[in-house]
């Protein structure tokens, strides 16, 4: 049956519809042609099964200690955030011998809890036309070029997604149209898809939860969604298979100077082996792309420097799928307070937020009560007289520290910038921080134009960076319909299949060669979730998890979605762990405990 619905996108698109009756799929199926309507079709075949697992930690580890002056890295790039992994793919395929250290894990911090939009900034291109302000309007301009590149080197785990805008003024029809189409023009060959009008009829058809009293229609434009950790990791196993020497749970603790006073390298600690012993790290230049954290970093270099973060909490929070369409996010340009929140349907639930209120900087920060339910007052407005919202509802809750900063060379030290800052102290160490996900890739690049010239390294396979066009780990051999052949050759669910094609890309053959009976449907974590205990194995071999939380939260999203049915499942993720990393039972104690007190700061 499959061959003959095959003959075109549309009647693939209808008939799997049709077939699967799981909206979620037909949803994810329209969203990836959209973003990817030039890709050619393909009669779908699987990919081969990947047999090689990347370098391991340990060989990583060793690379490090013997990095010594005579042997130095060219550059050593401090936290694996989406900037860190950024650069050290930037650097590495341009051929300079590259090591990244993270405290945590890949994602670990803010990159795991965005919005999950790659956008250009809509609401920055008002901002811009009302205060005649051309940085703004620059920022914009850059997101949206990163857009299209973001969605070109990952199209697994990015999206074009629409968001509707409410209207319940006649006014605002043109103001927000107007709005829309420069948008679309800033965008230029770029456009996702053109922005466009809805009447009050299609509004509600199409998102009909919305309240309705005084709805005068909607329109609509286009931005990206993704999937942040998981593009995070795609980053860093992309990097290590070219060459770069990456570790997760390793901290910097000194900076290495010369007699002069310049950086040449770092001291670390491999928080993973328990071991408190010093590991020194040589290397011609030295960049902390620690986020909101820099600035510990930079007081290591000098305990004098003034702070240049100025971090505020985004809170955002889970409900189930029945508050949004699962077609369309909603974005309210308006609030209460005048700030922006969203409603977006991801990986089969809804996120709504984000907050943008003053915080201080912390490792595992709680969603305050009063942001939560700020977000659920919000949404009430918007579903009254269509949906209870209760508090109960939220499946999980996380909050962000969204890291603005100032310039410290600035004569205004209260000026901030949205976009992102690399500056260099007296020691020659470079910090880069402040942007967003969306321009990951351009600061990288930038980062690594600015480090070559200013400590004259040698770059032998590329002077500029290529990373435009550079698929990433799990990008090469997918394509649109790979989900119809892990549908036609596994015995998976439609759910399933499109989750391990949405996130591992052409990697999900090596997710289900882990799977111990093939007769049979691959055994879940959750009932109501589709990840794979087979998807532990593959975390463990192939992308560097080493706990339970990098596994229920970076590795696979449960903890992001559910953190109940994460708390259900953490058993089985430290017993199938503890059997592959040969867990004591002392360490399967230490990993429950742990675990449970990083659950609830995502809203246990």
């Known amino acids: 049956m499959f061959r003959s619905v095959l003959s075109s996108q549309k009647r693939a698109l209808s008939a799997l519809a049709a077939v699967t009756t799981t909206v979620g799929i037909a949803t994810y199926y329209s969203s990836s042609l959209t973003a990817h309507a030039d890709t050619e079709f393909k009669h779908p075949t699987l990919p081969p099964v990947v047999n090689t697992a990347p370098r391991s930690r340990q060989h990583m580890l060793n690379n490090m200690k013997s990095a010594t002056p005579e042997k130095p890295y060219d550059v050593v790039i401090i936290g694996g955030g989406a900037t860190g992994t950024g650069i050290a793919l930037d650097a590495v395929s341009r051929g300079l011998k590259v090591a990244l250290l993270e405290r945590d894990d890949f994602s670990s911090g803010t990159s795991s809890k965005s919005t999950k939009l790659v956008h250009g900034g809509v609401r920055y291109l008002e901002k811009a ?50 709005g829309c189409k420069a948008y679309d023009l800033l965008a230029g060959s770029q456009n996702l898809a053109s922005s466009y009008l809805m009447g009050k009829k299609r509004t509600t058809e199409v998102f009909p939860m919305l309240n309705d009293t005084g709805l005068k229609g909607s329109l609509v434009y286009y931005d990206g969604s993704q999937n942040d950790s998981r593009m995070n990791v795609s980053l860093a196993i992309t990097a290590i298979e070219k060459g770069a020497d990456i570790l997760n749970h390793i901290q910097v603790v000194e900076l290495i100077k010369d007699n002069n006073g310049k950086v040449n390298g770092v001291v670390a600690q491999d928080l993973e082996s328990g071991s408190k012993t010093n590991i020194a790290i040589s290397s011609k230049s030295v960049i902390n792309a620690t986020g909101p954290y820099c600035d510990s970093i930079r007081q290591l270099d000098d305990l004098a420097a003034s702070a240049i973060v100025a971090p505020s909490s ?46 201080k ?12 339910e700020f977000i659920l007052n919000e949404i009430r407005g918007y579903m009254k007289g269509k949906l209870e919202v209760r508090r109960e509802d939220v499946l999980a809750a996380w909050s962000g520290i969204r890291p603005l900063v100032r310039d410290p060379k600035a004569k205004n030290t209260e000026s901030l910038v949205r976009n992102h800052l690399i500056t260099y102290s007296d020691s020659g160490m470079m910090t880069i921080s402040g942007g967003k996900w969306t321009t990951y890739r351009q600061m990288a690049e930038e980062a690594v134009d600015s480090i070559t010239e200013t400590f004259n390294l ?11 066009n550079l698929k990433l780990v799990g990008a090469e051999n997918w394509n649109n319909f790979l989900f119809i052949s892990l549908l036609q050759n596994y015995n998976l669910t439609p759910d399933v299949a499109k989750h391990l094609s949405s996130n591992y890309g052409d990697r999900a053959t090596t997710v289900l060669s882990f799977v111990k009976e093939k007769d049979s449907h691959p055994a879940l974590l959750d009932e109501n979730y589709p990840y794979l205990e087979a998807e532990i194995d593959y975390a463990v071999q192939y992308e560097y998890a080493t706990t339970a939380v990098d596994v229920l939260c970076r590795r696979t999203r449960l903890g992001f979605l559910d953190v109940r049915a994460a708390k259900k499942a953490l058993p089985k993720v430290i017993n199938v762990m503890g059997q592959q990393l040969n867990w004591s039972n002392e360490r399967k104690a230490s990993e429950l405990s742990v675990s449970l007190e990083y659950l609830k700061t995502m809203g246990l």
């Open 129 to 178: 036309f009302w205060s005649l302000d051309y940085s703004q309007y620059a920022l914009v301009k850059e997101a949206l070029h990163e857009r299209s590149a973001f969605l070109t080197v990952a199209p697994h785990l990015s999206f074009a997604l629409p968001i509707l805008i409410p209207v319940y003024t006649w006014w605002q029809l043109p103001y927000f149209w107007v």
């Open 361 to 372: 900087v912390e490792h595992s920060p709680v969603p305050a009560e009063e942001d939560i």
């Open 458 to 468: 040698a770059t032998p396979l590329a002077s500029k960076a290529i990373t435009a």
């Open 314 to 359: 985004g809170v955002h929070i889970v409900l189930p799928s029945y508050y949004s369409s699962p077609e369309i996010g909603l974005l309210d340009p308006a609030t209460s307070d005048g700030r922006v929140i969203f409603f977006l349907p991801w990986q089969g639930r809804t996120i709504a937020g984000t907050t943008d209120t003053p915080a």
